[in-house]
């Protein structure tokens, strides 16, 4: 009865480099959401996904941010060349359905450290 | 304007105390309104979801919703020094969920 798993929990990027986010849902869950804190701050919408389709991808930066939710495996969010400014901590949700906006459940995160 | 706003606090109230914690946004179509917990480096944790105009009341946790306001809030009873964490209003928007930037509250013995 695992819940939403992330991993690494802890990620650290020089500038300059890449970061791969992972992300399997809980049993039974076909929609991932990624979010994005910032210290002291908010969650941020980044992207909503279902198996193999982007559904909203509003919340992405337009260039070096990511996503995908594969056939087989789990959603992978991808940091190409990471700045200071990416640096915080990335969640990932998931939930069995959207109607009627089910709440999420959320994995652990990622805290991704550029340095 | 924000879509969902939320006072930062620190909001301090002492054990055993009601914490009354407030909400507002701004989409007038949302359905769903939720109320998570997050501890100092944690993940967020679902406490409370409300879709009807009303109360609705688990345990020590009461949520209230009033769609014509545009406002949610959620009240602790009993407040234990466990509570202190940041109390993040969520309100689902289409396909998603946005989110607060939280309420930190504080209870102190």
């Known amino acids: 009865n695992a819940g939403v798993m992330q991993n690494p929990r802890h990620l650290v990027r020089r500038r300059g480099q890449e970061a791969r986010l992972r992300c399997s849902p809980m049993k039974g869950h076909s929609h991932v959401y990624w979010y994005r804190q910032l210290p002291e701050e908010g969650l941020k919408f980044m992207v909503y996904l279902q198996k193999e389709n982007i559904i909203d991808e509003s919340g992405m930066p337009k260039e070096r941010f990511s996503a995908e939710f594969p056939k087989e495996g789990p959603s992978i969010l991808r940091i190409q060349q990471v700045v200071r400014g990416d640096s915080a901590a990335y969640f990932c949700a998931s939930s069995p359905q959207t109607k009627r906006g089910y709440g999420y459940t959320f994995g652990s995160g990622t805290r991704l450290t550029v340095v | 304007q924000k879509e969902v706003e939320q006072n930062s606090g620190p909001l301090s109230v002492p054990e055993g105390a009601i914490a009354s914690l407030n909400c507002t946004y701004s989409d007038r179509g949302s359905q769903s309104f939720f109320w998570y917990r997050q501890y100092s480096g944690k993940s967020p944790e679902l406490i409370m979801f409300?879709?009807?105009?009303g109360d609705k009341e688990d345990g020590r946790f009461t949520a209230q919703l009033n769609k014509a306001s545009q406002y949610v809030s959620l009240l602790i009873r009993d407040s234990q020094p466990s509570d202190s964490a940041t109390y993040l209003c969520a309100v689902g928007s289409s396909d998603k969920l946005i989110f607060g930037t939280g309420t930190r509250l504080q209870v102190f013995p």
């Open positions: 409300i879709y009807s105009n």
